[in-house]
């Protein structure tokens, strides 16, 4: 590897993933921030999102949820933010157990974990640098209808996020008239505002060209270095996700059918993986909840 590549990561290469993995592995201390304990999310009788679900995730990893739409992993994001609860099973973040968690704890939680969308909801009509600001919103007290009634430091600290991602210039502008990569930029420093110790991103690329995809990723990746930011991220898109995650979680119908460490992965094995994760004989329908898939109703005759 030349000098420059080991100056100048690169997370979509054989040698830049090995090297990031080794730095996650040596990096600071380790701690678990998310445990999936035998969970299992039923929507109705029918209807399951996840099922039976183990999974620790460790401080400053990268982790990729990988499978196709249906598959379970926006289900599996919702239930680390607890923006849904399992149906058994138990899902501890940040020391928290969320199924027993009040909703003053789950505010305090959230202002601790960053969410990336794929549509970016962001709000149009207004201003870059307002749109970063209203990160800070859930910690602030009452409304804030103008840019000006954000604190100064507040907005001093969104035009850093803004400088970070290379939006600074753009911070006056309003947010509709950017491309689909430029509003993913400002979308990650809103969600960099908060400060947060996760980083909840799904299908991130997902809607942006194949330039704005690798820049979007090459942007988390540095930061998960630069902060050590546990980043768990839902994506398709194989060669991307074997680039970019320290580890790749596959899920198919709610189950976890593959979990393997990304460092070192011949390109014939990640088509293994991903034959495994795509093989999916009960496919659901589109209509379905994210993440379900139809169950036997007899198998509730034993619960």
Not at 123 to 131: A, C, F, R, T
Not at 161 to 188: E, F, H, P
Not at 280 to 301: K, M, T
Request: with cysteine; charged share 25%; aromatic share 4%.
């Amino acid at each position: 590897m030349s000098t420059q590549q080991a100056q100048h990561p690169a997370p979509l290469t054989t040698e830049g993933l090995q090297a990031r993995g080794a730095v996650a592995r040596t990096r600071g201390e380790r701690r678990t921030v998310v445990r999936f304990d035998h969970v299992t999310k039923r929507f109705s009788e029918t209807v399951r999102g996840l099922d039976d679900v183990s999974l620790d995730i460790e401080r400053g990893d990268i982790t990729v949820l990988l499978g196709l739409s249906g598959s379970g992993k926006s289900t599996f994001l919702r239930h680390v933010d607890g923006l849904q609860q399992p149906t058994s099973g138990t899902v501890q973040v940040l020391g928290e157990n969320i199924e027993r968690a009040d909703s003053r704890t789950l505010r305090g939680m959230r202002r601790r974990i960053g969410f990336i969308f794929q549509d970016f909801n962001l709000v149009g009509p207004l201003s870059v640098l307002e749109n970063v600001c209203a990160g800070r919103l859930g910690s602030l007290r009452g409304p804030r209808l103008t840019l000006m009634m954000y604190p100064k430091q507040v907005r001093r600290e969104a035009l850093e996020q803004l400088d970070r991602v290379g939006m600074a210039d753009r911070a006056y502008q309003r947010a509709d008239t950017l491309s689909g990569g430029q509003q993913q930029r400002v979308a990650i420093a809103r969600a960099l505002i908060q400060r947060p110790e996760i980083l909840l991103a799904d299908e991130p690329v997902a809607s942006l060209d194949p330039v704005s995809s690798r820049g979007v990723i090459d942007l988390i990746s540095r930061i998960s270095r630069e902060e050590e930011l546990t980043v768990i991220c839902s994506l398709h898109q194989v060669e991307t996700a074997m680039g970019f995650a320290d580890r790749i979680v596959g899920l198919r119908s709610g189950r976890i059918v593959m979990d393997q460490e990304a460092a070192g992965i011949t390109r014939d094995e990640v088509l293994t993986i991903y034959s495994k994760v795509a093989d999916v004989p009960d496919y659901p329908d589109f209509d379905e909840p994210a993440g379900a898939h139809e169950i036997d109703p007899s198998e509730f005759r034993n619960d």
